[in-house]
């Protein structure tokens, strides 16, 4: 019993920090999904009518109140319908988050093969975009394309990609290792802070990952640079074995020696 009481006395001591670590958290999360598009600004006015309306309470402004008062139920319902694709795109999130999946890492990768058709494009300055899928299901995604559900390759990747195909300037959808559908559309970002100077598929693929946990690997048509877009945010001019490093960990995989070998017997093949 006295060990219980202990703990407990401990207990009560860590909570209103328990407490505050938890809000701030939770507040910083919230700030930095609504940084991503427009919603600052409209949060900004919706802090504001809170200002005046406690202003108001404070000060005992009776007109000012009532008609805040008039105005209150139509403000819940503008906010609910002005805010209705962050709200969306929020419980998107939580609903993707892999916290209670549960099952064995996989023991084979992928990876090197898209890397190396990537550094491939890279090098002759052609465009590319591949889609790693992971919770969310892009089934909406893969319509927009040509199904293959082939066996991926960077033979495979280099034909769609490296000529003036009618594949070429969409996106490729790739699950473990499949390549499901190739020529698919993207939405495009709606995050207004993105360089000027990105093109449409950088857009495309920091959009997919503003409404789902995919990841996209984008090479740049202009300078054949290596990107990667997660979880709302970009990571531009990336080292092929830093590209190699993030998909690994984004993508629960490890490297297994035979596919490995498997790869680089493609790799000389290629060459």
Same mark, same amino acid.
């Given at each position: 019993?006295?060990?219980?009481? /202990?703990?407990?006395?401990?207990?009560?001591?860590?909570?209103?920090?328990?407490?505050?670590?938890?809000?701030?958290?939770?507040?910083?999360?919230?700030?930095?999904?609504?940084?991503?598009?427009?919603?600052?600004? @409209?949060?900004?006015?919706?802090?504001?009518?809170?200002?005046?309306?406690?202003?108001?309470?404070?000060?005992?402004?009776?007109?000012?109140? #009532?008609?805040?008062?008039?105005?209150?139920?139509?403000?819940?319902? =503008?906010?609910?319908? @002005?805010?209705?694709?962050?709200? !969306?795109?929020?419980?998107?999130?939580?609903?993707?988050? $892999? #916290?209670?999946?549960? $099952?064995? !890492?996989? %023991?084979?990768?992928?990876?090197?093969?898209?890397? @190396?058709?990537?550094?491939?494009?890279?090098?002759? /300055? !052609? $465009?590319?975009?591949?889609?790693?899928?992971?919770?969310?299901?892009?089934?909406?995604?893969?319509?927009?394309?040509?199904?293959?559900?082939?066996?991926?390759?960077?033979?495979?990747?280099?034909?769609?990609?490296?000529?003036?195909?009618?594949?070429?300037?969409?996106?490729?959808? @790739?699950?473990?290792? %499949?390549?499901?559908?190739?020529?698919?559309?993207?939405?495009?970002?709606?995050?207004?802070?993105? &360089? %000027?100077?990105?093109?449409? !598929?950088?857009? =495309?693929?920091?959009?997919?990952?503003?409404?789902?946990? =995919?990841?996209?690997?984008?090479?740049?048509?202009?300078?054949?640079?290596?990107?990667? =877009?997660?979880?709302?945010?970009?990571?531009?001019?990336?080292?092929?074995?830093?590209?190699?490093?993030?998909?690994?960990?984004?993508?629960?995989?490890?490297?297994?020696?035979?596919?490995?070998?498997?790869?680089?017997?493609?790799? &000389?093949?290629?060459?």
């Amino acid at each position: 019993m006295v060990g219980i009481d /202990k703990l407990l006395y401990i207990y009560n001591i860590i909570r209103p920090f328990l407490d505050i670590a938890v809000l701030t958290f939770l507040l910083y999360k919230v700030y930095d999904f609504i940084s991503l598009t427009n919603s600052l600004q @409209i949060i900004t006015a919706v802090v504001i009518v809170a200002l005046a309306y406690g202003i108001a309470v404070l000060l005992n402004l009776d007109t000012l109140l #009532w008609i805040l008062d008039i105005l209150a139920p139509g403000l819940v319902v =503008a906010f609910a319908v @002005i805010f209705q694709p962050e709200i !969306r795109k929020l419980f998107l999130k939580i609903g993707q988050t $892999g #916290w209670f999946s549960f $099952g064995s !890492r996989s %023991k084979h990768t992928y990876v090197d093969a898209v890397l @190396i058709a990537a550094e491939m494009l890279s090098s002759q /300055k !052609r $465009g590319m975009l591949a889609v790693f899928t992971r919770h969310s299901k892009l089934d909406d995604i893969v319509k927009t394309g040509t199904k293959l559900n082939a066996d991926l390759s960077s033979s495979l990747l280099l034909t769609i990609f490296g000529k003036d195909t009618t594949l070429h300037d969409g996106a490729c959808v @790739i699950q473990g290792g %499949k390549l499901i559908s190739a020529g698919c559309f993207l939405p495009i970002s709606e995050n207004y802070s993105i &360089k %000027k100077t990105f093109g449409t !598929r950088h857009r =495309a693929a920091l959009g997919l990952t503003e409404t789902s946990d =995919a990841v996209v690997l984008v090479v740049s048509e202009e300078t054949g640079a290596l990107s990667l =877009a997660y979880d709302s945010k970009l990571n531009y001019d990336l080292s092929t074995s830093e590209v190699r490093k993030i998909l690994e960990n984004l993508l629960d995989i490890t490297p297994d020696a035979k596919t490995m070998e498997d790869t680089i017997d493609e790799h &000389k093949t290629i060459d």
